[in-house]
């Protein structure tokens, strides 16, 4: 099964706070992905990446910045919270087909 | 519209039980998925299952790409499929893995 780890498991900040989540794959897989998970409205894609420098936007992109910096390191940064964005954040990453999931970071903005 | 929809929204069962999953999508661009949602949040792939019937233990899902609905049946329930199952389709047609999940079906399985 692929690894995918993530950074912080929870957060808790501020409105108008700055926020960096972390995502590390270690199977080298190309694509990656950062999801948001809210009841009644399952999971919606923020951001999602082809390789290192890529960045591709998804359906919710709004308030959130994302960086690749290298094939194993995807970054979400939120640099202005706000409590809408309370959440629990899922990264995960591909070859093709299948995705695997990280853990989660649950982020509570105040 | 909502592009994947998922029946029920929820179903509790009897350890023993079989279950059946709904899944109806709006897109002919598919490439859909299975997920299972464990209680505590950790999310794992069941199937990859663009078309056609898959296997995997208890699980079996079935894709009818051009009736648009795929279906995951669970035979003899355990406890430990309780959680949040949920499909996703690729709808961009391309592979991008750019996901369009459904809300979920919460399942609860009594012993």
């Known amino acids: ?110 | 519209g909502q592009q994947v929809q998922q029946s029920p929204a929820s179903l509790v069962l009897q350890e023993g039980e079989n279950a059946e999953l709904q899944c109806n999508f709006s897109s002919t661009a598919t490439r859909l998925q299975w997920f299972y949602q464990h209680p505590g949040g950790r999310l794992v792939s069941l199937f990859y299952n663009p078309s056609g019937t898959k296997h995997t233990g208890r699980l079996t899902s079935t894709t009818v790409t051009n009736e648009r609905r795929s279906s995951l049946h669970i035979s003899s329930s355990q406890t430990t499929d309780s959680g949040t199952y949920f499909c996703a389709i690729d709808r961009t047609g391309a592979n991008t893995g750019k996901l369009t999940f459904g809300h979920g079906t919460i399942l609860r399985v009594h012993p």
């Open chain 1, 1 to 110: 099964e692929a690894a995918v780890t993530q950074s912080p498991r929870n957060k808790v900040t501020v409105t108008g706070g700055n926020v960096t989540l972390s995502c590390r794959q270690t199977n080298s897989h190309n694509y990656m992905y950062w999801y948001r998970q809210d009841t009644g409205h399952g999971l919606r894609l923020i951001h999602y990446s082809y390789g290192a420098g890529n960045l591709q936007i998804g359906d919710v992109p709004d308030g959130y910045k994302a960086t690749r910096t290298t094939q194993e390191d995807f970054f979400l940064l939120l640099e202005l919270a706000s409590p809408s964005q309370t959440s629990l954040y899922f990264c995960a990453s591909s070859v093709t087909g299948t995705q695997y999931f990280g853990p989660g970071t649950r982020l509570l903005v105040l």
